[in-house]
């Protein structure tokens, strides 16, 4: 149990639509990240927040959108969907503690198809 | 670009085996490795990471990590059926405050009876 969850777990959109999917991360857990894996590839970064600001982007569009609350959850916004974005989505959630080392937990992820 | 790299099997090994994982890094200064495993249709779980040099145990897994040559290794000893899986290899890259894990492709291990 790594104390992060996503919803939804799995769901289905047309080209063009637009999707949000969410993310509660562990308690005491104040950066979160998200992550796309497609099949068959390794996980890749798409953004990051720390204290409800964006602290860093991967290579992804700008329709790939995010943010996160007070309470550290987040969502993650797509817009303009294309059938590239099928994907399985990850929310990570990590603490930093200066000095030391950090532990990165996945949730469950949200299966993403676009037809 | 940082780069990790995984051979993607798959890796088949009989059971009671030692399985050995390797994955390479581009960026000579990393300093911090995870190791993530994952079974069909699931997330990604943390089995551990490592940051220096030399081996890391924890029960039948031990990462090893060698910064001048830029890999780094796990090893599964006892290998079990239910370690089938995908094994993911990601390197840490702190970034103003947060972390970035850059992954390989993972590699794929099979445990025969």
């Known amino acids: 149990e790594t104390g992060v969850t996503q919803s939804p777990t799995h769901l289905i959109k047309t080209r063009g639509q637009q999707v949000t999917l969410r993310c509660s991360s562990q308690?005491?857990?104040?950066?979160v990240s998200w992550y796309q894996q497609a099949l068959g590839q390794g996980p890749q970064f798409i953004f990051q927040?720390?204290?409800?600001?964006?602290?860093g982007r991967g290579n992804f569009p700008p329709r790939f959108s995010g943010l996160q609350f007070p309470n550290y959850s987040s969502e993650l916004n797509v817009n303009a969907l294309e059938l590239d974005d099928s994907a399985l989505y990850l929310c990570?959630?990590?603490?930093?503690?200066?000095?030391?080392?950090?532990?990165?937990?996945f949730g469950e992820g949200s299966w993403l198809t676009v037809v | 670009q940082k780069e990790v790299e995984q051979n993607s099997g798959p890796l088949s090994v009989p059971e009671g085996a030692i399985a050995s994982l390797n994955c390479t890094y581009s960026?000579?200064?990393?300093?911090?490795f995870f190791w993530y495993r994952q079974y069909s249709g699931k997330s990604p779980e943390l089995i551990m990471f490592i940051y220096s040099n030399g081996d890391k145990e924890d029960g039948r897994f031990t990462a090893q990590l060698n910064k001048a040559s830029q890999y780094v290794s796990l090893l599964i000893r006892d290998s079990q059926p239910s370690d089938s899986a995908t094994y993911l290899c990601a390197v840490n890259e702190i970034t103003g405050g947060g972390n970035k894990l850059t992954f390989g492709t993972g590699t794929q291990l099979k445990v025969e009876l």
């Open positions: 927040y720390y204290r409800e600001e964006e602290n």
């Open positions: 960026d000579r200064g990393s300093q911090s």
């Open positions: 308690s005491g857990h104040n950066t």
């Open positions: 990570a959630s990590s603490r930093q503690v200066r000095g030391s080392g950090n532990t990165i937990y």
